[in-house]
């Protein structure tokens, strides 16, 4: 009986994380637009894990079709910043790697565009840019964020057939 109650509470942990994560949904965290981490002296001791996404050989047309200057209108260049780099959203957000300056760096240099421009039109809530809307590509590394909401819910699967066999 004990046991079964153990597992109850760990469901309901699980339950209540799962929900919380699910209510926020996807973002870009406005930490993505800061500049990379060699240019203070403390980070210099942090040294930062290589990206496991490689922005090299992406697609920038999505960017650089719909962000054209001289004027750079926020509106279309903020959506297309979105729709490129929300199905990446998990690694971008990751401070222990560089892929916010990696990609940025392929963005300035397909685009060339001026420094700071996402960074100065781009904003939205608290989080930072909502990829709610944003659909996710059909690659390994763009879907892993809903391999992680699968795995979450089989989970909690699990653990209620669980719990419903100890009741």
Same mark, same amino acid.
Not at 42 to 49: C, E, G, H, V, Y
Not at 57 to 75: E, M, V
């Given at each position: 009986?004990?046991?079964?109650?153990?597992?109850?509470?760990?469901?309901?942990?699980?339950?209540?994380?799962?929900?919380?994560?699910? +209510?926020?949904?996807?973002?870009?965290?406005?930490?993505?637009?800061?500049?990379?981490?060699? /240019?203070?002296?403390?980070?210099?001791?942090?040294?930062?894990?290589? =990206?496991?996404?490689?922005?090299?050989? !992406?697609? #920038?047309?999505? @960017?650089?079709?719909?962000?054209?200057?001289?004027?750079?209108?926020?509106?279309? =260049?903020?959506?297309?910043?979105?729709?490129?780099? =929300?199905?990446?959203?998990?690694?971008?957000?990751?401070?222990?790697?560089? =892929?916010?300056?990696?990609?940025?760096?392929? @963005?300035?240099? #397909?685009?060339? #565009?001026?420094?700071?421009?996402?960074?100065?039109?781009?904003?939205?809530?608290? !989080?930072?840019? /909502?990829? +709610?809307?944003?659909?996710?590509?059909?690659? +390994?590394? +763009? /879907?892993?964020?809903?391999?992680? !909401? @699968?795995?979450?819910?089989?989970?909690?699967?699990?653990? /209620?057939?669980?719990?419903?066999?100890?009741?």
């Amino acid at each position: 009986m004990a046991a079964g109650r153990g597992l109850l509470a760990l469901f309901s942990v699980v339950v209540v994380a799962g929900l919380t994560s699910a +209510a926020n949904g996807p973002f870009l965290s406005d930490s993505v637009f800061q500049p990379s981490a060699g /240019s203070t002296g403390r980070s210099l001791l942090q040294a930062k894990n290589s =990206c496991p996404v490689n922005f090299e050989f !992406q697609n #920038y047309t999505i @960017i650089t079709s719909k962000c054209k200057g001289p004027k750079f209108p926020a509106g279309p =260049c903020c959506a297309a910043l979105k729709e490129f780099a =929300c199905p990446y959203y998990t690694y971008l957000n990751d401070e222990s790697n560089d =892929c916010a300056s990696t990609m940025f760096s392929y @963005i300035n240099l #397909y685009g060339k #565009y001026p420094p700071g421009l996402f960074s100065s039109e781009c904003k939205e809530g608290k !989080q930072g840019l /909502s990829c +709610a809307d944003v659909l996710e590509r059909d690659s +390994a590394t +763009a /879907s892993s964020g809903h391999h992680a !909401q @699968i795995s979450l819910l089989a989970l909690i699967t699990v653990l /209620s057939v669980v719990v419903a066999l100890f009741h």
